[in-house]
DNA sequence: GTCTATAAATGGATAGAC
DNA sequence: GTCTATCCATTTATAGAC
């Protein structure tokens, strides 16, 4: 017996499809609600507006991402776990691409959302620090903390912005394809600090990616 | 005599201002009239809409961006030439931000833009490769074609993202200074390939950064 | 070139019936 | 919870006078 979904949660769900494929800006609360066949009216009984509706999204959002960003990564120093790690990471940012697409704009009407969406950059910087750190101890990497540091942000950097730089390039359709791109260009950037040759590791790199695709 | 500024011009230099300062999105053409103190029909005559001032500012942009970046750099060899050349392009970008705070949305809306866009994006790569191309020919860095290549495209997405990043962040109002941490961490992805000590290339960058402030 | 006036369309929001 | 009906505000866009 197909227990009946809520209407507050067609409405997320019907919204944050729109939202990924047109563009926030470019969905009305009318259009969610044709798309529902439900009514204007009977919306805005659940959600005073849109912002609340992009609010309730960003809730599921942080709820996610602080999950897998915070989750311990156990024995992570192979090359296959980093690689699972940050494909579950940029998937996730996929999911709600959306926000990504228009933060300017999103944080301008939305400016509770600010701060909250400022601490996750902060917690991806700290994640990316930490595991940085259990590489350097296991000597899988060696480079300063200055060296660590800077490495961290640009992380954070990449994550947020990757699925954006090859939207622009030429529109990939191929999500899976793009982002294990995103996480072998993750991976080229620790490449430079492996002691000994690093050749030997951009190989392992380059045959990882062959194997995904 | 000051000669009388033409009434497009002005209406650009308007749009320009205010979509910097509000978001695109946040701007119509009726605000834009009404800080000119003409009226909207008069702005129309001008440009038939909001996207043909958009469209003609990105004329503007790309004309700017690509003399910027076709500039063959001289003897860039040395850290503060190619300090200030990062500078530049930076400082550029800044001028036009309002186009990057909102990509998705404006590509979505000027389709003409699209491809002139990825254009420049691969103009960006491609300066950067030839500039890591000569660092290399001369000694100053040491790393594969595989690895140039990776790091050109780093390069360019870190022009394209670093000002919505600290924007992200937390305001920093002073944007001379937030440019030259953008310059800093521009540096540091070229540190690791910098053959012998690479802790004395990153000391002098922490000086130069210094000096900057 | 510039204005006034106004049309046409859209999106956000609410009241009240069922 | 849901619908219909409606209102208000905003924005784009045009016609025609000066």
Redesign the pocket.
């Known amino acids: 017996m197909a227990r009946k979904v809520?209407?507050?949660d067609r409405i997320l769900q019907t919204a944050l499809a729109l939202f990924n494929e047109e563009g926030e800006a470019?969905v009305?609360?009318?259009?969610i609600?044709g798309v529902l066949?439900?009514?204007?009216?009977?919306?805005?009984?659940?959600f005073?507006?849109?912002?609340a509706i992009i609010e309730a999204l960003f809730d599921d959002f942080e709820e996610e991402i602080r999950q897998v960003l915070s989750a311990p990564i156990k024995r992570a120093l192979s090359i296959e776990d980093n690689w699972i790690y940050i494909y579950i990471v940029f998937e996730e940012i996929n999911d709600f691409r959306f926000f990504y697409n228009n933060l300017a704009g999103i944080l301008e009407r939305c400016p509770d959302l600010r701060p909250r969406f400022a601490r996750l950059l902060r917690l991806k910087e700290e994640t990316a620090a930490s595991i940085l750190a259990a590489l350097e101890r296991e000597g899988v990497i060696a480079c300063s903390r200055a060296e660590r540091e800077a490495l961290a942000a640009r992380f954070a950097a990449h994550l947020t912005f990757w699925l954006q730089y090859v939207g622009l390039a030429g529109a990939e359709s191929d999500s899976r394809r793009t982002i294990n791109k995103g996480v072998y260009a993750a991976m080229m950037m620790i490449a430079p600090y492996v002691p000994g040759d690093r050749a030997a590791f951009t190989e392992l790199l380059d045959g990882y990616i062959a194997s995904q695709k």
Chains 1, 2 share one sequence.
């Open positions: 809520k209407t507050r470019e009305s609360t009318v259009e609600a066949e439900i009514s204007p009216g009977n919306l805005y009984y659940h005073k507006g849109k912002e």
